[in-house]
């Protein structure tokens, strides 16, 4: 059962415009939220992160909402750059320490932004 | 530059027949991580080291083990690999159980014939 969830397998802008990645989660006991990058041929890379004790996290031209009570949050990525062209992974993790370190990620978008 | 290092980035092993992959870092990171990510599927953590630590996901495979013999370097075994074992494996690297970011390599690729 998929705990974290990436409905969109991809999603295709044009440079310049707001691309807007969603993602879902079922397990209320997550209380972290990551987004990471994938280039092809790469390793995932961190790009932004959330705490449950905040709705918004900005950085640069990356933004992440959270909607606790939806248990839903999205990456807003303003301007977009054909750079950005990835797969966005959506993850999450339980309470620091403990058993709950481990990261569950959703399946990914594939986002294209097009010159 | 600190960094996740995977060897090979490609494998190609038969059905039945042993097969390493390798894992070092250059972070100093008490906690590394193996996930196994199919095709079009989200990564799968199948165990995790904290130091010398060893620590199994429930549903990782007995097929499945691995060693850390030192800070620097973790190994994936799988003792013998089946065509459902063909996926990327990718080892992250954490400062430890508190610190949320975890730290990717570039992956292995392994493909069973």
């Known amino acids: 059962d998929q705990q974290v969830k990436q409905n969109s397998p991809s999603l295709s802008v044009q440079e310049g415009r707001i691309s807007i990645l969603n993602c879902d989660y079922t397990?209320?006991?997550?209380?972290?939220f990551l987004w990471y990058k994938k280039y092809p041929a790469e390793g995932p890379t961190f790009l932004i992160s959330?705490?449950?004790?905040?709705d918004k996290n900005e950085d640069g031209r990356f933004t992440v909402f959270l909607n606790k009570s939806a248990k839903h949050l999205s990456l807003h990525i303003v301007p977009s750059q054909p750079g950005d062209s990835a797969v966005y992974f959506c993850a999450a993790q339980g309470r620091s320490g403990g058993s709950n370190y481990k990261l569950t990620f959703g399946k990914g978008t594939l986002l294209t932004v097009n010159p | 530059d600190a960094m996740v290092i995977q060897n090979p980035r490609y494998q190609v092993t038969q059905f039945g027949k042993p097969v390493t992959l390798s894992c070092s870092q250059t972070l100093n990171h008490n906690v590394m991580y193996w996930y196994q990510q199919k095709s079009s599927q989200a990564p799968k953590l199948l165990f995790h080291y904290y130091d010398k630590d060893f620590n199994n996901e429930a549903d990782t495979p007995d097929n499945f083990q691995s060693r850390r013999p030192n800070t620097s370097f973790c190994f994936l075994d799988i003792r013998s690999p089946g065509l459902g074992d063909a996926a990327m494996y990718l080892c992250?690297?954490?400062?430890?159980?508190?610190?949320?970011?975890?730290?990717f390599g570039p992956g292995t690729r392994l493909t069973v014939l």
């Open positions: 959330i705490s449950s004790i905040k």
């Open positions: 992250a690297t954490s400062r430890d159980l508190t610190k949320r970011e975890q730290f």
């Open positions: 397990n209320s006991m997550f209380d972290y």
